[in-house]
């Protein structure tokens, strides 16, 4: 319960990966609009984490006065193919217009000038290309309008958290970009390095389970769990003494994990 409190805390506060378009939200919309604490119960789904974090923003619009959630998770088709699902539909009811809203958490290493998830098959301008121009689309498209035909015009929100991660033993220019929108630099705050540069590091560092990915460890690292020693032959997130984020990944990544 704890773990998701502060998880549920940490998606209110924290600020988008990238910034500067009309559909991109800066951070989650409630703001000062909410009323009363969110659930914070134990979550009993989808233990992947982007099941975990859509859960708990849907928890975030339905203790707040100013939104309310009218569907969730809704899968569209047309002529028999599968276009894909949209995470939520809101009705804000300050404005009385419906909003259309994807969320997504991600986490993103800094490689040759591309921002390469772990599994590096997943990249940042893949995924944000993908999110603005397919899925938030996916609410103009007549599979959507036959299935809503009471609904006015819908608007499009995106809402991208995480954090973007840089090797310090492999310095390269930070890019200010990403398809064109500015990089928010202050979720450019973790670090990675590969296997081969482990014992480079000058504190332990304590391996994450996926619901703490963003949050970290909520208690002293060195009573939380051992500290990593043997590195596994695939990437590994960690947590340092001191609190710094790290990813650890083998030698031939990210061409070995593509």
Partial sequence: MQAIKAFTSWIRESRSLVLGHENVATSFPTGSLKSREADDSEYQGNPRLGFLYQELCRRLFDCSDHYRVLAEEIQLQHNGRTLGAIDFLIENQGSQQTEHWEVAIKFYLLKDGYWYGPN??????KKLKRMLD??????ETEAFQQRFPELPAVSQHLLMQGRLYTNPFDKEPIPDTCLTLPIN???????????SQFHRLTEPVYPLTKPLWAIGHMEQ???AVRPVTVLPSHFIHCQSESGQFWFIVPDDWPQGNM
Wanted: aromatic content about 12%; glycine content about 4%; proline content about 0%.
């Fill in 185 to 195: 630099q202050e979720r450019v705050c973790g670090y990675w390095c590969y296997q």
């Fill in 120 to 125: 590096a098959r997943d990249r940042l301008d």
């Fill in 134 to 139: 397919h899925q938030l689309t996916m609410s």
């Fill in 221 to 223: 690292r060195s009573k």
